[in-house]
């Protein structure tokens, strides 16, 4: 768990660079603000495409090869802009830095759920999104005061984020543990009877641990189709909620409070440390029986804040409303990666895969998010962006105690006879 964690903040530290460089590089190219908005969420496109085949390529090639190789492409983007010249080709760069997205993030994912222990699992996701959060902020730091230094050499920047991609890859190579697939069966796999021709008998399942036929398929269902669909309409809900002022802090924080870049530069240096500390808070407390508490973090996070940047259009109101969002975000993290260990558990061989499924809501609602606000924002004002804003938090919140008490109840009986 040490080097999974080490990998998210070197490799978030190299792209936390080329976040801030890649940007001001296409405009000095001659790309318009539209063609970098479309850049910039390019990756994003194509990790929403091509998730859920990576995801069954991670269950088939194993976890720890899928992301090896995931990190090793995701080097190579720095090392390709370095050497880019013309805007098709940082669109063929971004492209593949969503293939090498969507081959990542299910199997990063999965191998948290493998390897970061069953009763700390909260706190292991919780360290991961954390690490990766501070790397971030640390990454457009360097960039910035990179930049200023040199002038705009943008070549030396990404050399150096290529350099530093290279050690998460060497992290995860030499102390990732490989997954032993072999030893997760589903359901249907233990109860299947051997393939003729084949040296091994049927698979038997002892008549004391074996769950009626009847609640056997149901689970199975269940997570395949009905759980899975049902918690990726959840992360597209929250994360849509989440991200709608992403991108569009600063000129809310600028142009309607009033404030300066050195003033919104400071909020986004305390909205870091509030991460930092609440983070693991928030996986201690989902690891210890307090999972629906954190997930209501979230859904208050995003009402506060939302009733904050009207009422309070300051420097003081903005600290307060930012933090509130941010310790939303560093409590939802944890949680949801423990939702997504114990949803993807009724079927261990297709981890990934399912993991993948539940990432493209969360993917999808990046995307809707900003893009919703900014036509509310534009059409109707600042005041019914955030209102909506508040009233679809009110929502998600609905959906996800129903949501939450629905497996509950499912759970119960499957566990009753399992006794």
Same mark, same amino acid.
């Given at each position: 768990?040490?080097?999974?964690?080490?990998?998210?903040?070197?490799? !978030?530290? #190299? =792209?936390?660079?080329?976040?801030?460089?890649?940007?001001?590089?296409?405009?000095?190219?001659?790309?318009?603000?539209?063609?970098?908005?479309?850049?910039?969420?390019?990756?994003?496109?194509?990790?929403?495409?091509?998730?859920?085949?990576?995801?069954?390529? %991670?269950? !088939?090639?194993?976890?720890?090869?899928?992301?090896?190789?995931?990190?090793? /492409?995701? #080097?190579?983007?720095?090392?390709?802009?370095?050497?880019?010249?013309?805007?098709?080709?940082?669109?063929?760069?971004?492209?593949?830095?969503?293939? #090498?997205?969507?081959?990542?993030?299910?199997?990063?994912?999965?191998?948290?759920?493998?390897?970061?222990?069953?009763?700390?699992?909260?706190? %292991? =996701?919780?360290?991961?999104?954390?690490?990766?959060?501070?790397?971030?902020?640390?990454?457009?730091?360097? %960039?910035?005061?990179?930049?200023?230094?040199?002038?705009?050499?943008?070549?030396?920047?990404?050399?150096?984020?290529?350099?530093?991609?290279?050690?998460?890859?060497?992290?995860?190579?030499?102390?990732?543990?490989?997954?032993?697939?072999?030893?997760?069966?589903?359901?249907?796999?233990?109860?299947?009877?051997? !393939?003729?021709?084949? @040296?091994?008998?049927?698979?038997?399942?002892?008549? @004391?641990?074996?769950?009626? *036929?009847?609640?056997?398929?149901?689970?199975?269902?269940?997570?395949?189709?009905?759980?899975?669909?049902?918690?990726?309409?959840?992360? /597209?809900?929250?994360?849509?909620?989440?991200?709608?002022?992403?991108?569009?802090?600063?000129?809310?924080?600028?142009?309607?409070?009033?404030?300066?870049?050195?003033?919104?530069?400071?909020?986004?240096?305390?909205?870091?440390?509030?991460?930092?500390?609440?983070?693991?808070? /928030?996986?201690?407390?989902?690891?210890?029986?307090?999972?629906?508490?954190?997930?209501?973090?979230?859904?208050?996070?995003?009402?506060?804040?939302?009733?904050?940047?009207?009422?309070?259009?300051?420097?003081?109101? =903005?600290?307060?409303?930012?933090?509130?969002?941010?310790?939303?975000?560093?409590?939802? !993290?944890?949680?949801?990666?423990?939702?997504?260990?114990?949803?993807? #558990?009724?079927?261990?061989?297709?981890?990934?895969?399912?993991?993948?499924?539940?990432?493209?809501?969360?993917?999808?609602?990046?995307?809707?998010?900003?893009?919703?606000?900014?036509?509310?924002?534009?059409?109707?004002?600042?005041?019914?962006?955030?209102?909506?804003?508040?009233?679809? *938090?009110?929502?998600?919140?609905?959906?996800?105690?129903?949501?939450?008490?629905?497996?509950?109840? /499912?759970?119960?009986? @499957?566990? *009753?006879?399992?006794?």
């Amino acid at each position: 768990m040490l080097a999974i964690v080490a990998e998210g903040f070197l490799s !978030r530290l #190299s =792209f936390g660079i080329i976040s801030l460089a890649l940007p001001l590089y296409a405009h000095r190219l001659g790309l318009s603000l539209f063609e970098i908005g479309m850049l910039m969420t390019l990756n994003q496109a194509v990790a929403m495409a091509l998730k859920p085949v990576m995801g069954w390529v %991670a269950d !088939r090639v194993g976890l720890k090869r899928s992301f090896t190789a995931a990190i090793f /492409f995701r #080097s190579l983007i720095a090392l390709c802009l370095v050497v880019a010249q013309s805007p098709w080709q940082l669109y063929g760069i971004k492209s593949i830095h969503g293939a #090498s997205k969507a081959l990542r993030d299910p199997a990063a994912n999965a191998l948290i759920a493998e390897q970061g222990g069953k009763k700390a699992i909260a706190s %292991a =996701f919780a360290w991961y999104h954390t690490a990766k959060i501070v790397a971030g902020s640390m990454g457009k730091a360097i %960039a910035g005061i990179l930049l200023t230094l040199t002038a705009s050499n943008f070549s030396l920047v990404f050399n150096i984020a290529f350099l530093l991609s290279l050690l998460p890859l060497y992290s995860v190579a030499r102390y990732v543990k490989s997954d032993r697939r072999c030893g997760h069966k589903s359901i249907h796999d233990a109860a299947r009877p051997a !393939r003729a021709g084949s @040296k091994a008998g049927p698979v038997s399942v002892p008549a @004391k641990v074996a769950p009626p *036929a009847a609640i056997i398929e149901p689970s199975v269902s269940a997570s395949s189709k009905g759980v899975i669909l049902s918690f990726s309409i959840l992360s /597209f809900a929250i994360n849509g909620t989440a991200e709608m002022l992403r991108g569009l802090f600063p000129i809310l924080a600028t142009e309607y409070a009033g404030l300066n870049e050195a003033e919104t530069g400071l909020i986004y240096t305390a909205s870091t440390v509030i991460v930092l500390v609440s983070g693991p808070i /928030f996986g201690w407390l989902s690891d210890h029986g307090r999972q629906e508490l954190v997930l209501l973090v979230r859904s208050l996070g995003n009402i506060l804040s939302s009733i904050v940047y009207i009422l309070a259009p300051d420097l003081a109101g =903005f600290m307060v409303g930012k933090l509130a969002d941010d310790a939303g975000k560093g409590a939802f !993290r944890p949680a949801w990666g423990a939702l997504m260990t114990h949803v993807s #558990s009724f079927d261990p061989r297709r981890r990934a895969q399912t993991m993948s499924w539940m990432l493209l809501g969360e993917d999808a609602g990046a995307i809707a998010g900003p893009v919703l606000a900014g036509l509310l924002w534009s059409t109707w004002g600042l005041s019914v962006m955030l209102g909506v804003r508040v009233l679809l *938090a009110i929502a998600t919140e609905a959906y996800t105690i129903y949501l939450s008490r629905s497996i509950s109840a /499912f759970e119960r009986p @499957k566990a *009753a006879s399992n006794r």
